[in-house]
């Protein structure tokens, strides 16, 4: 078969893996899309993706359509700093005003409204556009919601009067359990058809990771005149992000599911089965 399809979240949260990927040559023999999460949700829905990184929800979504390649996944167990709620107004008095959402991730959205209803009684109104982190509350709402690397530069560019909330650490006070924000997916048809080259893809994947974070000092380096973060703050940022997914993860994940379900954010408990690989 040709190359297979291989989605790559073009955000510092997989800066080890883009660091594997494009300098250490873990890309050959892939197939490669770099784009932001709802782009690559949506090429795997299409069927345009044979395996690729999918927030949480999306997957949750589809995950009639798709497996789980096994440990593996973007976790944070309480602060992420990668996904926060820039608001005019204290978290609990946020009923009924306009909160935007960024564009970029499904996972987010729903992590939001499932924290703001269950831990504050709160049901704002909601909009999707694009948030420039440099000029919050440009319309009329309240809060904005950023993630990515967007986020991560409102985390450490505060300013005077707003309200910033961490919203790893609020599901982390929530529930007591870390939060999966993606996890690695592939088409039942590819895993199927083509286990071989599944293996083949996991292993880049997984390896890439693993060299990455070993590299911590290098992956740095390689961004860093190029992103507005210091060595330090890219250094206990990658302290927070962790890669791996075992039965804690998965018990967060689960979680995560019925409380989307609960609330009707989710039309039906998602199957999260994990795919079986050799060894």
């Given at each position: 078969?040709?190359?297979p399809?291989?989605?790559h ?5 997989c800066?080890p ?13 892939l ?10 949700n949506?090429a795997m829905?299409?069927n345009e993706?044979?395996?690729s ?12 359509k ?5 440990n593996?996944?973007?976790?944070s167990d309480?602060?992420?700093q990668?996904?926060i ?17 960024t564009a970029?991730?499904?996972t ?11 831990e504050?009684?709160?049901v704002?109104?909601y ?24 986020a ?5 560019h ?23 924000y993606?996890v690695?997916?592939v ?17 880049s ?10 590299s911590?000092g290098e992956i740095?380096e ?13 250094w206990m940022?990658?302290d ?10 998965l018990l ?8 989307a ?5 989710l ?13």
């Open positions: 078969m040709r190359q399809r291989v989605g979240i073009n955000f510092l949260n800066l893996l883009t660091y594997s990927l494009y300098k250490c040559g873990y890309h050959k023999g197939s490669l899309v770099s784009a932001v999460p709802s782009s690559l949506r829905q299409k993706l044979n395996i990184p999918m927030s949480s929800f999306a997957f949750g979504e589809m995950s009639e798709l497996l789980m390649l096994p593996l996944g973007i976790v309480g602060k992420v990668s996904i709620l820039a608001a005019k107004k204290p978290i609990e008095r946020l009923s009924g005003e306009k909160i935007l959402l970029q991730s499904a987010s959205h729903c992590l939001l409204k499932i924290i703001l209803r269950r504050y009684n709160c704002p109104v909009s999707t556009q694009k948030i420039d982190p440099l000029n919050l509350f440009a319309n009329d709402e309240v809060a904005d919601l950023l993630i990515g690397d967007d991560l530069y409102v985390n450490y505060h300013q005077d009067g707003i309200y910033y909330y961490d919203l790893g650490a609020e599901w982390k006070k929530m529930t007591g359990l870390p939060m999966v993606a690695w997916a088409t039942r048809s590819f895993a199927e058809k083509y286990p071989t080259q599944l293996n083949r893809v996991y292993n994947i997984r390896t890439g990771f693993d060299n990455g974070i070993a911590r740095i390689m961004v860093l005149n190029k992103k507005p973060f210091s060595y330090q703050q890219l940022y990658f927070v992000i962790k890669y791996d997914i075992g039965e804690k993860e967060a994940l689960k979680t995560f599911y019925q409380l379900y609960e609330y009707n954010f039309a039906k408990l998602p199957v999260c089965e994990i795919a079986a690989l050799n060894s």
